[in-house]
């Protein structure tokens, strides 16, 4: 069977630090793969999706930027952390041709 | 640009009642639409995709379905538990997701 996983599950940073969250996939070969942020009061977001590696699609101009370096892992990056980028975040996965998209666990982040 | 509205926003009912949550949607150009279920702090799980070309989909006390001409989907939950209470969103497929604000239901026992 799939299963995603996400790290950290939390994590605090302070302003104009670096970023980096990685999420991987088990059990499934070259999926379509997904960030979406969940800002608090705000519905999910899609940030950023791949359909394979080192293709990534943006979906809004941000302070973030993403990366699939292998099949199954795709990173979330910042170079530069705003207090505007706290929120929950998740990545999801689906099979290719198939719109049916799974979750991961999520991180939570809280920029100070 | 798609627009995806659930409604209500909060619904808390006794155990034991049937209830519908609503989702409409602006641009019936959809390849599905899927319900989801998150508890507080946690990611997201899948509950029932309705393609575009279904009317609607079952698994067990849920059922979900799909007027496409109308733009609009409806969740309907039998015999609500305590277990039940989470936020449930609606999302409909373009080229990627896009998700309602989700509808908090508290179900009290």
């Known amino acids: 069977s799939q299963t995603i996983h996400q790290w950290p599950a939390t994590l605090v940073q302070p302003v104009g630090s670096p970023l980096s969250l990685e999420c991987t996939v088990e059990?499934?070969?070259?999926?379509?793969l997904y960030w979406y942020r969940q800002a608090a009061g705000r519905g999910l977001q899609l940030l950023f999706y791949s359909v394979g590696i080192g293709q990534i699609s943006s979906e809004v101009p941000q302070n973030l930027s993403a990366s699939r370096p292998q099949d199954r892992q795709f990173i979330l990056s910042s170079k530069k952390l705003l207090l505007s980028d706290s929120g929950f975040y998740l990545c999801a996965w689906s099979v290719q041709g198939i719109n049916e998209q799974f979750f991961g666990p999520g991180t939570r982040l809280t920029v100070l | 640009k798609q627009e995806v509205t659930q409604i209500p926003a909060a619904l808390s009912v006794p155990e034991g009642e049937n209830l519908v949550l609503n989702c409409s949607f602006t641009d019936s150009a959809i390849y599905n639409l899927q319900w989801f279920r998150q508890d507080p702090g946690k990611g997201l799980t899948s509950l029932l995709l309705?393609?575009?070309?279904?009317r609607e989909q079952t698994s067990g006390r849920l059922n979900a379905s799909l007027d496409k001409s109308s733009g609009r989907s409806t969740l309907y939950i039998a015999a609500s538990q305590p277990g039940d209470s989470a936020t449930y969103l609606c999302a409909v497929t373009g080229r990627a997701l896009t998700f309602g604000s989700g509808t908090r239901l508290q179900v009290q026992p």
């Open positions: 309705i393609q575009s070309s279904q």
């Open positions: 059990g499934t070969s070259n999926p379509n």
